[in-house]
């Protein structure tokens, strides 16, 4: 959720923020194009709400990744390029009653090597005037995953979020997340005979987030935090063990009556997973944390290790409100374009990338 910035309407913003979510009557085209220096990746998706009556609320939307990047998936050896592509296909039913707000879901995403199906219950309930909402969604997700899709893994998910309106021009919320994750973690295309890594794994999340406008600007703040940890689910020695850091930074400003300027900044900081940090160096079998229990685990993938990531954004929003009376542009009048270009700054061999993403927005 964004913090809108109309003009003269902030605490009308809020409020609508705060309430329980409803669907509107939009179809929204967007296009994203994301390039590192060994993976290219061009995503089209659409989606369309839809309200109905008796406060009933719909959703759909279906997207294609197109993936062209050297792998070992191609089942030779070296720098084989070759493209893949994932299709996802998602859709959610809801009923509001009152303040509150229940949504029903499902998602299916498919490619050579990957199947998932996730089914998600989310339920929104206004309270203080609808000055806040308190949420809670669960969520259930099962993979198959690996070349001949012999690997599985499975995913339950609960989170609970307060958000709250302190004033005409101040929001702020916080949250807890909690997921199970068991089945085939590593890289299902390691050499056979290989330890592997943990099965089970336990995360945690606690995010908080606030947002201010300023109406003698036209101009709001968000700055948003992330905190992560992983961990074992039975009192065996954690192999796990894996902390991060998020924390990112929106501001945004109207330049005009129809258009708006968004830059933000996300930093993101982890360390070590326990088996991680023991297996990568034969010397560390000395190391009273790294015993036999974990030590039969192992890994090279890097995000089991120290790993720094920034992004850098630039977003311009247009209401194509200039286009109105005009032949055939005037269909678009109604609708806001959107257009970013985001540096992607990583501390791993990936090197750095470029992320680029367009997109229209019209209401029906």
């Known amino acids: 959720m964004r913090l809108q910035l109309k003009r003269g309407a902030p ?9 329980p979510a409803r669907a509107e009557d939009r179809v929204t085209v967007r296009g994203a194009y994301y390039r590192e220096p060994s993976t290219k990746v061009v995503q089209p998706m659409v989606e369309v709400t839809k309200d109905l009556p008796g406060g009933f609320d719909v959703a759909a939307h279906g997207l294609v990744d197109a993936i062209t990047s050297p792998s070992v998936a191609t089942g030779v050896m070296g720098d084989n390029i070759f493209t893949e592509h994932r299709k996802e296909a998602g859709l959610s039913v809801g009923k509001t009653i009152r303040r509150t707000h229940l949504a029903l879901s499902y998602r299916q995403s ?5 199947i998932a199906h996730a089914v998600g219950l989310q339920t929104a309930q206004g309270i203080w005037e609808n000055s806040g909402t308190i949420a809670f969604n669960v969520a259930y997700s099962h993979d198959t995953l690996g070349p001949f899709l012999n690997h599985s893994l499975d995913v339950a998910f609960a989170g609970v979020s307060y958000e709250q309106a302190l004033s005409p021009v101040l929001l702020a919320q916080v949250g807890y997340e909690l997921s199970y994750v068991n089945g085939y973690l590593c890289n299902p295309y390691e050499p056979t005979g290989r330890p592997e890594c943990p099965q089970q794994r336990v995360r945690h999340a606690a995010v908080a987030r606030v947002a201010r406008y300023f109406p003698q600007v036209a101009a709001g703040v968000q700055l948003y935090y992330r905190f992560y940890y992983d961990q074992w689910w039975d009192p065996r020695p954690d192999p796990w063990g894996l902390t991060a850091h998020s924390i990112e930074g929106r501001l945004y400003q109207e330049i005009g009556p129809h258009v708006e300027v968004r830059v933000s900044y996300r930093y993101h900081t982890q360390g070590w997973a326990q088996f991680a940090f023991c297996s990568r160096d ?9 015993g036999p229990e974990i030590l039969v685990f192992h890994t090279g993938d890097e995000k089991f290790g120290p790993l720094r990531t920034q992004l850098a954004e630039l977003q311009l929003t247009w209401e ?11 269909w678009f009048a109604l609708g806001a374009f959107e257009i970013s270009y985001g540096r992607y700054f990583q501390t791993t061999h990936y090197q750095n990338a470029h992320l680029l993403q367009t997109g229209y927005s019209l209401p029906f």
């Open 320 to 330: 194509a409100r200039a286009l109105e009376g005009l032949p055939v542009l005037g």
């Open 11 to 19: 605490l009308v913003a809020l409020v609508v923020l705060a309430s």
């Open 282 to 290: 034969p010397s560390r079998a000395a190391d009273p944390a790294c």
């Open 110 to 114: 498919r490619e050579p090597d990957y």
